[in-house]
Nanobody, 121 residues
Framework: QVQLVESGGGLVQAGGSLRLSCAAS????????VGWFRQAPGKEREFVAG????????KYADSVKGRFTISRDNAKTTVYLQMNSLKPEDTAIYYC??????????????WGQGTQVTVSS
């Protein structure tokens, strides 16, 4: 079993920054892809960014390219999402998830509980 716990959400003004963390425990993650997703009220959940657990490859949604950076720590137990130049439209619940099929967008077996990010204008 895999457990994912997000933290770091909060309220920030437009133009500000937040760093989200996704702490993983349970099974080893050497072959997993970890992704960040978000869901705003009344909207479908969308992919934000992903990283292979080795850290070799990353993927970003067009809406966050150049503003968000996904990374992982050297111990390979935590994945981060650094969010800069935040906009009100980034407001959502952010989830981290892990999958074993090396697909950025689907096949995620494990999900965290989510962390709220609110960007005020």
């Amino acid at each position: 079993q895999v457990q994912l716990v997000e933290s770091g959400g909060g309220l920030v003004q437009a133009g500000g920054s937040l760093r989200l963390s996704c702490a993983a425990s349970g099974r080893t993650f050497s072959s997993y892809v970890v992704g960040w997703f978000r869901q705003a009220p009344g909207k479908e959940r969308e992919f934000v960014a992903g990283i292979t657990w080795s850290g070799t490859n990353t993927k970003y949604a067009d809406s966050v390219k150049g503003r968000f950076t996904i990374s992982r720590d050297n111990a390979k137990t935590t994945v981060y999402l650094q969010m800069n130049s935040l906009k009100p439209e980034d407001t959502a619940i952010y989830y981290c998830a892990a999958n074993q099929i090396n697909n950025w967008y689907r096949g995620y077996d494990y999900w965290g509980q989510g962390t709220q990010v609110t960007v005020s204008s």
